[in-house]
Every structure is written in C-alpha cells, then in structure tokens.
C-alpha cells in the first residue's frame, strides 16, 4: 500500500510541477517557432501562450494515463533543456 501511495505522489508532484516547468519551455519554444515563420512578436506570444494553455492539462493527463511514469518523465527533460537552450541559439543579439 505504501508503495501505491508514492507512485500516486510521484505522478503528482511530476504532473503539476513538471508539467509546468514543461508547459513554460514549450512556450519559449512555440514562441521563437512562430517569430522564425514570420509572425509578429506580439501576436506569437499570445498565440504561444494560449497553446501553452491547452498544453498544460494535456500533460498532466498524460502523466496520470501512461503506464510508466518514465516516458513522461524523460519527454519533460527534453523540453524543459530545449527551452533553455534555445534563447540562445535564437536570440539574435538581442
């Protein structure tokens, strides 16, 4: 039973604050996508950002409905280092 208690709290803290240190990421990245096509910065930003909003609860459901707590886990790693990383190779001096 102790062991069905941490799964549960580990696809939790996974799911709430993984999903969106995730969720914050993929907006940089949605954002820095959208300007390289084109689009105003304003308008990417708000685009972005209500992408980010679909996101969210995506993830967490996802967390909650794969079987293993791994594949979510390694996908939000992936991510959140693409989210960081990428101000730096898209910045333009800015």
Do not use: D
Request: proline share 4%.
């Amino acid at each position: 039973m102790a062991q069905s208690g941490l799964k549960t709290t580990g696809r939790i803290i996974l799911a709430l604050g993984g999903g969106y240190w995730a969720t914050s990421a993929s907006f940089v990245l949605f954002a820095f996508l959208m300007i390289a096509c084109g689009l105003p910065r304003v308008e990417a930003t708000t685009l972005s950002m209500m992408l980010a909003f679909l996101l969210y609860p995506c993830l967490i459901l996802w967390v909650f409905g794969a079987r293993r707590i791994g594949n979510p886990f390694v996908v939000f790693c992936a991510l959140i280092v693409a989210g960081h990383i990428a101000p730096f190779f898209f910045s333009q001096g800015h």
